[in-house]
């Protein structure tokens, strides 16, 4: 069954709901400015690379600013309504957008003091671990230990080798994989040594 649809309407209620200026897990962005991260995202391509790119990130913090500035039901309109036809994101909606969909999510609803974990479908769980089983190959790699990410089923995925000494981080799929983008506010359990947990709580997961 595919979510990142149903992720996405869900994403622009909530926005909807806490407004543009709320904060979000995102540094010092808004919910504006992650609308406008989206759309441009999908719709301005010319603008994409700077997101990944730091030479080309003037011109990708431009086009974002000018995004930003527009009525915000119309902003949230284009993130409703998803990737145009001639976006390249249209036909890998499912496999390009169900992570950004879910992780953006959560940065708006657990930016406050006040959130909790969402009880999802286990058809989508499974898809966030496989999703969160491939991004923490990336998000682990400097760890000086090796990383293993177990779920509550106890299967498991051994993200990083690096030895005999290791760390296991349990949780369900969608924790792991927001600890893996970086996140923090996530329930995940730590299992290791105390100097190995920390090692790998300080590393820097961004993507």
């Known amino acids: 069954m595919p979510y990142a649809r149903d ?21 010092d962005w808004t919910v504006r400015d992650l609308a406008a991260h989206l759309v441009l995202r999908e719709r301005r391509l010319d603008a994409t690379p700077g997101i990944m790119i730091p030479a080309l990130a003037g011109h990708t913090a431009r086009v974002q600013q000018s995004l930003a500035a527009r009525a915000w039901d119309d902003l949230l309109g284009d993130v409703d309504s998803g990737p145009p036809i001639w976006s390249p994101f249209r036909l890998l909606d499912e496999q390009a957008n169900l992570t950004e969909m879910f992780v953006h999510h959560e940065d708006v609803r657990r930016a406050g003091d006040d959130w909790s974990v969402r009880d999802l ?3 989508m769980q499974d898809k966030l671990w496989r999703l969160a089983s491939g991004i923490g190959r990336r998000s682990y790699r400097k760890a000086p230990v090796t990383v293993i990410l177990e779920r509550p089923d106890g299967k498991k995925a051994t993200v990083h080798s690096a ?9 369900e799929a969608a924790e792991l994989l927001l600890h893996a983008f970086g996140r923090d506010r996530v329930r995940v359990e730590f299992d290791g040594a105390a100097d190995d947990v920390t090692s790998v709580r300080a590393l820097d997961r961004g993507i």
């Open 7 to 27: 992720e996405r309407h869900a994403l622009v209620e909530t926005m909807r709901t806490v407004g543009p200026d709320a904060p979000t897990l995102c540094g």
């Open 121 to 123: 479908p286990p058809g």
């Open 163 to 171: 030895g005999a000494r290791a760390v296991i981080l349990r949780g």
